[in-house]
C-alpha cells in the first residue's frame, strides 16, 4: 500500500500542477479579446490528448518494466521501444498543434479582424 502511495501521491502532484497552470492561463487570457480565448481553446483542445496519449505511453510502461527490477539491463529494449511509442506520438500531436490555423478555421473560429486605425 505504502509503494502505491510513493507511486500516486507524485503523479497527482503533478496532475494538480497542471490543472492549476492552466487556471492561471485561462484567467490571464480571460482579460483578452474573445478571438485570442477562441484561439487558446482550440490549442487546448488538440494538445490536451495529445499530452495524455504521451503521458499514457510513458506511464503504461511501468508493468512491462517492473518484472526487471533486478535486471535493469534487460528492461531496455522496453524502455526503448515506448520511446519510441512516445516520441511517435508526440510527433503527431505536434502536428495538429502546428495545424491549429488550419482546425481553427474548419471549426469556425473566426479569423483576427484587421487592425484599426485612428
Given amino acids: 500500500m505504502i509503494a502505491l502511495l510513493r507511486a500516486a501521491v507524485p503523479l497527482f502532484l503533478a496532475m494538480v500542477a497542471g490543472m492549476v497552470g492552466s487556471l492561471v492561463v485561462t484567467?490571464?487570457?480571460g482579460k483578452h479579446d474573445t478571438v485570442t480565448l477562441a484561439a487558446f481553446a482550440v490549442v487546448t483542445a488538440v494538445?490536451?490528448?495529445t499530452s495524455a496519449a504521451v503521458q499514457g505511453a510513458l506511464r503504461g510502461l511501468g508493468p512491462f518494466v517492473a518484472p526487471y527490477r533486478d535486471d535493469p539491463a534487460a528492461a531496455v529494449p522496453i524502455v526503448r521501444d515506448a520511446r519510441w511509442l512516445s516520441l511517435a506520438t508526440g510527433?503527431?500531436?505536434?502536428?495538429?498543434?502546428?495545424?491549429v490555423p488550419l482546425i481553427a478555421s474548419a471549426t469556425g473560429?473566426?479569423?483576427e479582424p484587421p487592425p484599426t486605425r485612428c
Avoid at 510527433?91 to 495545424?99: F, R, T
Fill in 109 to 111: 473560429v473566426p479569423g
Fill in 91 to 99: 510527433l503527431v500531436g505536434a502536428l495538429a498543434v502546428i495545424c
Fill in 27 to 29: 484567467s490571464v487570457l
Fill in 47 to 49: 494538445l490536451n490528448p
